[in-house]
């Protein structure tokens, strides 16, 4: 009777035993699961599937049929707004712009509309200022009343710019780009320009003092340029297949807005401040498949200006940048120095770099009025042919426009650069420069070979620098001590 008993204890033993280690498997396994699914190429695939394309329904309305005349010198604003109307009052759809040149003023976009450009068409945008109403819009990370953009939505849904055709803002040193005061771009001496009184100093003041928006009224006799294509505040909003060229000022602007996508779109535009593509206070952002040919930054992730940012206090988060294109600009991902408000997980892959007059391939900018924090910026396979300075530039001492210096102190951490390939890196493989009460934190260069750099690195006040399998000028890099 005691053997039956002990055999019957050491059985429930032995089933307890496989019990307990089945549950600390099933506990490893989902650990293993949990730790899969979030390193940060998980969460990018994350945010990729969770932004959705726009939808239309399948009804045509050719600007023609509206008035519009491709003449290229016949202004063709109403027929461009009555086809507009017309089609989101009717539940949405396509407005078709035929083949030919079409002179318009600017193109404000409606709900469930769909503007679409046939190949070989070119839509010319007006250079006479009197054509630009006055809306609710951005300069340089800080809200204004000002012109119109090129292409403006203010508080739509499902909208889109499509098709094969060119958006030729008409940008030159005679129109819109001499008001950025350099001789380079058709300033002289005597003429306007945007850092005058009643220019951007204006526009600080009004901000810094909490002036509302609504009172901020610029304009004509203020030369503060608008961007080309800026959704504000709208939420599903797609531009692919065009060419944009000859901005104002920015170029794609999307500002507060949510699911984004930026597809095929080719930007050759060399005027001042003409940057590629500026998502702002934006969320789950997708820049795919184009070409950034640029006077300034190819793009540039923006969160608002000093005081603006953190009035509105929106982050851009969840920005993802797939198989482009940059060649000249002032750097080929930048974030700042407008991101008051934050930035992070912004994730790039894919991408190709590569101009003697593309300054940098990564880089951060911000300062001590602007402040924000910066955490997430993850790169993979990019392959950088030519860079001027630096292929990762991380600088919190940011100045242009005199004295930058404020209180709120700057956070930049978890920077990851993996597989990375440059042929001609420039002056330095890494430039980083914090503060200490506020180091540069978290840097890692994994898999990564910088060639031909005038110097390794220049590092200040930095945390956490850590080189993986990494080499630059051909040496293998070590972890500081």
């Not at 909208?159 to 350099?182: D, F, H, M, P, R």
């Not at 009025?369 to 860079?387: L, N």
């Not at 005199?402 to 990851?416: A, C, S, W």
């Amino acid at each position: 009777m005691k053997r039956v008993l002990i055999l019957g204890f050491f059985r429930k033993k032995g089933l307890l035993l496989v019990v307990l280690l089945l549950s600390a498997l099933s506990c490893v396994n989902v650990s293993k699961k949990k730790e899969k699914g979030h390193t940060p190429w998980d969460k990018m695939a994350e945010v990729i599937k969770n932004v959705k394309e726009p939808v239309f329904l399948d009804k045509t309305y050719n600007v023609v049929e509206f008035g519009a005349v491709p003449d290229g010198t016949t202004k063709n604003t109403e027929a461009f707004k009555k086809a507009i109307n017309t089609c989101s009052d009717n539940g949405g759809g396509v407005v078709l712009v035929p083949k030919g040149k079409y002179l318009t003023g600017p193109i404000h976009l409606e709900n469930n509309v769909n503007l679409h450009l046939e190949e070989g068409t070119e839509i010319l945008f007006s250079t006479d200022v009197k054509d630009y109403p006055i809306v609710m819009t951005s300069y340089e990370g800080v809200e204004i009343m000002n012109y119109s953009p090129l292409i403006y939505a203010k508080d739509k849904k499902n909208i889109a710019v499509t098709g094969k055709g060119v958006l030729n803002g008409q940008g030159s040193n005679e129109y819109w780009w001499s008001w950025c005061g350099s001789k380079k771009y058709g300033w002289e001496e005597g003429k306007p320009r945007q850092k005058d009184s009643l220019g951007i100093p204006m526009l600080m003041d009004l901000s810094d003092r909490g002036v509302p928006v609504t009172e901020r009224i610029f304009g004509d006799g203020h030369y503060l340029r608008p961007t080309f294509f800026e959704p504000f505040n709208c939420e599903t909003v797609m531009i692919q297949g065009v060419k944009i060229i000859n901005a104002p000022f920015w170029v794609i602007h999307p500002t507060r807005c949510t699911n984004v996508i930026v597809d095929g779109v080719t930007v050759n535009s060399h005027g001042p401040n003409n940057d590629g593509c500026d998502p702002e206070y934006s969320k789950n952002v997708i820049i795919k498949n184009c070409v950034f040919n640029t006077g300034d930054d190819c793009i540039a992730i923006k969160a608002g200006r000093d005081a603006d940012g953190r009035r509105v206090g929106i982050k851009s988060e969840n920005i993802v940048v797939q198989n482009c294109k940059m060649i000249d600009g002032h750097g080929g991902v930048v974030i700042g120095s407008e991101m008051s408000a934050g930035v992070r997980n912004v994730y790039v892959e894919n991408c190709e770099m590569n101009s003697p007059n593309l300054d940098r391939a990564i880089r951060i900018k911000t300062n001590t009025r602007r402040g924000g924090v910066v955490d997430g910026v993850y790169v993979r396979k990019i392959q950088v042919g030519q860079v001027r300075e630096a292929v990762l530039k991380l600088n919190m001492h940011y100045a242009i426009y005199g004295d930058q210096k404020g209180d709120f102190m700057p956070v930049i951490r978890n920077v990851l650069l993996e597989d990375i390939e440059v042929e001609d890196g420039g002056k330095y493989g890494v430039l980083a420069k914090g503060y200490e009460q506020s180091p540069v934190k978290n840097i890692t260069l994994k898999n990564v070979n910088i060639k031909k750099v005038d110097k390794i690195s220049s590092l200040e006040n930095v945390a956490n620098l850590k080189y993986i399998n990494t080499y630059i000028n051909g040496s293998l890099m070590k972890n500081l001590e």
